[in-house]
């Protein structure tokens, strides 16, 4: 029937704090986010069938099935617009890093959602769209707009910020991965004591301050990380700060961390020296809005 080529781009976490278990499990957190343009190449392949949904990367650990939040967001797609007898397969170029904290898996959902909206010409309103992605996972619905937000409650409540000054973003990716649920199990054990000043970058956005938002960037699941893994996250922080970066930080629940820069130069040095020790270094820039 048709074929799509379409990227899905990267998050990071400018901010990230969790205030705490919510009745039904999850838990409340208070996020900035901010897109950038590292990018995942989607191509999506319909054709008549019999309503089999497949994805294939280029990362052999990657599930093909449900199991992937690409898949999990065709199917949401079909059961929310009542449209059948399709066969979607999917060929992703994957270049966000996995288990990074970068919303990959949920910026590939989004994508999908909004390759499929254009194939089958259904006119979906962000709304419809936004409701989809929630059900497929917590940080789908902001990969379907991008840009600068605030995300509260589980993460799914978002709200439009001003946009964060054109600046250049460092990301190193270490070799190891953290368990989500394992670093949520430590917040709700330990009392934290440090917390981003959410309030005060919500207003250096407003003021355009690149170094009040830079300097303010803070992510409570350092604090809980095991000893060897935040000794290499502050490790790779020193790095990007010893290069002039004006702030960096871990995203998500890591493990990637990244630098904001105001130069381009310093910014690629960063990556030349921390790319000698780890595999996955990239640079990229802010991206205003995927709207």
Request: charged content about 25%; glycine content about 10%.
């Amino acid at each position: 029937m048709d074929t799509l080529n379409t990227r899905a781009f990267a998050k990071i976490n400018l901010a990230l704090d969790v205030m705490g278990k919510l009745e039904n499990g999850y838990h409340e957190v208070n996020m900035v986010m901010q897109s950038i343009d590292l990018w995942d190449d989607i191509a999506i392949d319909v054709q008549r069938g019999d309503g089999k949904i497949s994805a294939y990367t280029n990362r052999s650990y990657i599930p093909t099935g449900m199991k992937n939040l690409a898949c999990k967001a065709a199917a949401e797609f079909f059961d929310s617009t009542g449209i059948s007898g399709y066969d979607v397969e999917m060929h992703i170029e994957k270049r966000i890093p996995v288990c990074a904290g970068m919303g990959g898996g949920s910026s590939d959902a989004a994508a999908v959602i909004l390759g499929l909206d254009k194939i089958f010409k259904t006119g979906l309103t962000f709304g419809d769209m936004e409701h989809m992605a929630h059900r497929v996972g917590s940080d789908v619905a902001f990969c379907l707009f991008g840009g600068t937000k605030l995300a509260t409650g589980r993460g799914e409540e978002l709200h439009k910020l001003p946009p964060l000054p054109d600046v250049w973003i460092a990301v190193c990716k270490p070799s190891f991965s953290i368990s989500t649920p394992v670093l949520f199990s430590k917040i709700d054990s330990c009392k934290i004591t440090r917390h981003p000043d959410i309030s005060g970058m919500l207003q250096a956005l407003e003021n355009g301050g690149i170094d009040e938002i830079a300097r303010r960037c803070y992510n409570v699941f350092e604090d809980v990380l095991p000893q060897r893994e935040q000794r290499i996250v502050e490790n790779i922080k020193g790095t990007f700060l010893s290069c002039g970066a004006l702030g960096a930080c871990m995203t998500g629940t890591g493990s990637a961390v990244y630098g904001i820069f105001r130069e381009e130069l310093l910014a690629a040095e960063s990556v030349n020296i921390l790319s000698r020790e780890y595999e996955q270094c990239f640079l990229a820039k802010n991206i205003k809005s995927l709207d």
